[in-house]
């Protein structure tokens, strides 16, 4: 794998002090510590229908069964059906709506013109509204209550007062039983009332004073809600949350024997009385520092592989941030799953991040985390080896399957395979334990299938941690080297003789490093980009021009040689003013090193024999490569340049012209800087000349020095 770059431009975490880095790593102990659960681990781990794996055990002293949430909640039903609700009655509404009425009788009367008609009397009207609204509002009329009535279509058919309940009536603070069976509702008082009056002789014109009646029925009877549900309230704490007694010394649970609903909850119920005696006789500030002990024991390993293996990240505050930052967020999201209890802590998507590590970093990177940050989470989850097991193996199989990030179709194959992967050893582990398919459960295969969903949420989060940090990752390296991204058309267009340069170059390069090992797509890219700088004066090098007239015979050897060399330094700038990232420009800075360009160099010294020459003139400013990369693309530019210009390409002349370009290179010192050694070099060789055999494109004949020319 490569060796990381980041653009460290604008970078607020370019001071990469010991004293940041340490304050990072305790500040990141720190908050791990806040948010892992505090409470003591019960030290025996069980599921309900599965088997009791431990010793058998037995009670170490007594304890009281809780009782299950199905049983609090059907004895909190059987305490509500026995609280009344409480009505208070409000004399005052039935006396004001008789007033009205007696107010009101005499216009509506008038208004019915029903004393035009016949010799009626009103007062027989008055009298008979105010009896049956006095009997009324004495009797009480009320809204039911669906809370308290018997619930089903079919209720009141096999009990015609199934609607009725009992309640307590409140009159000036004084209690009194009744039952809505002898109260009215709006409804039933129109009805008594439309009843009553079909009875009478005296009143003529029934349906006028029904009607009129209408409008002065109203509630008299309240409903007290925040009475009631206070009485409520303390009726329920009275409820025992127990149900009998387990007593010191009695088997609670056999080993190997299928753990039942009743040897469950007395299980739950000693995990409790184990957990609240801990938390009162035990010290939790030593809970506190055996986490500190060991999330700080963790950190510290992950810090001395960093050191020792992965020195450039290790140095590097901005990439130890973000390995913290995707730690404390895993970890935390792990608690709260922990403290709200969610059915299932395989719901997390755990392999997003050796995904994410793998992505931004490398395979031994990730792999490292992602065993730490597991072996922390197993202290805080039930079933700790189960935990351990499946993470681990789904983690590896994560890693692995995105070795090389050149498809996007990867992310779902991936995603396959860490979903067989946890099938396959959920389904191994069921197995083992108990011998028997039955005790499958493949209703538990349902958070795997949502964490892997989930898991696919890391690739936005990649691409995120790029924009903020400036890494360059596959996946970035992937989208610059399509040859259909703006810089490269604009090059295809301008110079498309320095474009078909570069796609030969390319494919030398990558083919080499697949050979030595390193980063296939990063050298590719680096290769594509590496002589962009040529589209400011294509037609100065010679691969661009159409004739063989070259500008350069109007120009001195000095004005030809800085135009030769300012295409890496105005390539450098292009590149930046695309946002290309700082690991692609440096391919562009570093293709020729601080080599020499010795063909107008040459021409110097011959036109002018006794003058004394500024070398630095015709010199690449560099940097020399300082990577596999760059110095392997350093050698596919110059040999792929120098190849063009064999009239009769054979085995004997391309061998030949590889050899010495790569010498020349060598004793030039251009590889002191870079991680490549001679073996690397010679297989590089070997590759080239292999590749060079199926090129026939030839070019104008001149000596080897011009190939700087076209570099």
Known sequence: MAKLKINYVNSKLQNNSAVLKYGMVILTIFLICIFLPKQPRFRYEFQKGKVWNHENLVSPYNFAILKT???????????????????????????????????????????????????????????????????????????????????????????????????????????????????????????????????SKKITHKTWLVDVLRNYVTVNLIYNEPLTNKIEQTALTNISTTRGMVQKGELIAEKDKIINSDTYQKLESLKKVYEDEAKISGNQNYVILGQFL??????????????????????????????????????????????????????????????????????????????????????????????????IMAGLVAIYSIKTMVKREQFLISSGLILTTYIIAYIGLVLTRNGSFHNIYWSELIPFIVSVGLTLLAYPLIYAFEKLFGIVSDLTLMELTNSNSKLLRELSLKAPGTFQHSLQVANLAEAAIYKIGGNPLLVRAGALYHDIGKMT?????????????????????????????????????????????????????????????DYFYNVFIKKNPEKLVDETIFHYPGPIPFSKETAVLMMADSVEAASRTLKEPTQQSISKLVDKIVEHKLMQKQFTESNITMKDISDVSEIFKSMLMSIHHVRIDYDLSKNEESD
């Open 294 to 391: 060991i999330v700080g024991l963790a950190m510290s390993l992950l810090m001395v592989f960093l050191f020792f293996f992965r020195r450039h990240i290790y140095n590097n505050n901005r990439l130890l941030l973000i390995i913290y930052i995707v730690i404390i967020s895993m970890l935390a999201v792990l608690s709260w799953a922990i403290a709200i209890q969610i059915p299932s802590l395989y719901y997390i998507p755990y392999c997003g991040v050796p995904i994410i590590f793998r992505i931004l970093f490398d395979t031994r990177v990730a792999l490292n985390i992602h065993l730490l940050m597991v072996l922390v989470a197993a202290l805080f989850v039930p079933n700790s080896y189960d935990f351990v097991f499946l993470q």
């Open 537 to 597: 004066n294509p037609l100065y090098f010679i691969e661009n021009q159409k004739t063989g007239t070259s500008p350069h015979e109007e120009l001195t050897p000095e004005q030809s040689a800085q135009i030769i060399i300012s295409h890496v330094l105005k390539g450098t700038e292009i590149a930046r003013r695309n946002q290309l990232p700082e690991v692609v420009i440096d391919f562009i800075r570093t293709h020729h090193g601080t080599t020499r360009v």
């Open 69 to 199: 949430k199905d049983e609090l909640d059907k004895d909190r039903q059987q305490i509500l059906k026995t609280v009344q609700p409480i009505y208070n009655l409000q004399a005052s509404i039935g006396k004001e709506q008789i007033d009205q009425f007696l107010t009101d009788i005499a216009e509506k009367w008038q208004a019915s013109q029903l004393d035009t008609v016949e010799a009626l009397n009103i007062e027989d009207y008055k009298t008979s509204g105010v009896a049956l609204l006095t009997y009324i509002y004495n009797r009480g009329i009320m809204s039911l209550n669906n809370r308290y009535q018997i619930k089903g279509e079919d209720a009141e058919k096999v009990d015609p007062t199934a609607s009725n309940y009992n309640f307590t009536l409140m009159n000036d603070n004084l209690a009194q039983q009744k039952n809505t069976a002898d109260c009215f509702t709006i409804e039933m008082a129109n009805n008594y009332v439309s009843q009553t009056l079909a009875k």
